[in-house]
């Protein structure tokens, strides 16, 4: 395995590790959620390595996945732990941006698929495009009608959320 693969996937599993310690240290409600991404992480840690062994620019690309896939994990405890509207908006907005990348990935990863396989990953991505706009088209009109009840906004905001991220996991488990 390539020693700068290998140092970038140290520092991952440094992050990764981080992400676990804050996820059981109480300061999280809903930790299934968190444990979930915990899961995607290791899921993509190992696809990495596996990926390393058949080549090192699939080894790059996964590499590229797990970064993409540890900033949308960090964004989502960050929009967990919010304790104000303002810094909810950001960390999903910023949440948001990663999901674009990842999507953006999977786009390139399914350019390379041939015939059934390459179907069943547009579907999935296309899925999975509608979820995360429906999480931006939750936040946005929650922007509109927050008025100091942003707890409330909060909860929808999550749900869309959380469908968002199930189905990215089913897809990561089905095509890594």
Do not use: C
């Amino acid at each position: 395995m390539s020693t700068t693969i290998e140092d970038q996937l140290a520092v991952a599993r440094g992050r990764i590790g981080l992400l676990n310690t804050l996820a059981h240290a109480g300061l999280v409600a809903d930790t299934a959620r968190v444990n979930r991404h915990l899961d995607a992480l290791r899921r993509e840690e190992a696809s990495v390595r596996a990926a390393v062994h058949r080549g090192p620019e699939e080894g790059k690309e996964r590499l590229g996945q797990l970064w993409t896939r540890l900033a949308v994990a960090e964004n989502s405890l960050a929009a967990e732990v919010s304790e104000d509207w303002p810094s909810f908006v950001a960390a999903v907005e910023d949440e948001l941006r990663g999901w674009d990348t990842f999507l953006e990935r999977l786009q390139t990863t399914s350019a390379a698929q041939e015939g059934e396989t390459r179907e069943r990953l547009e579907a999935a991505i296309a899925d999975l495009r509608t979820r995360r706009i429906a999480v931006y088209h939750a936040l946005a009109e929650a922007r509109e009608r927050v008025n100091g009840a942003w707890h409330e906004q909060r909860n929808l905001i999550s749900a869309a959320r959380e469908g968002l991220e199930q189905k990215a996991d089913e897809l990561s488990a089905t095509f890594n």
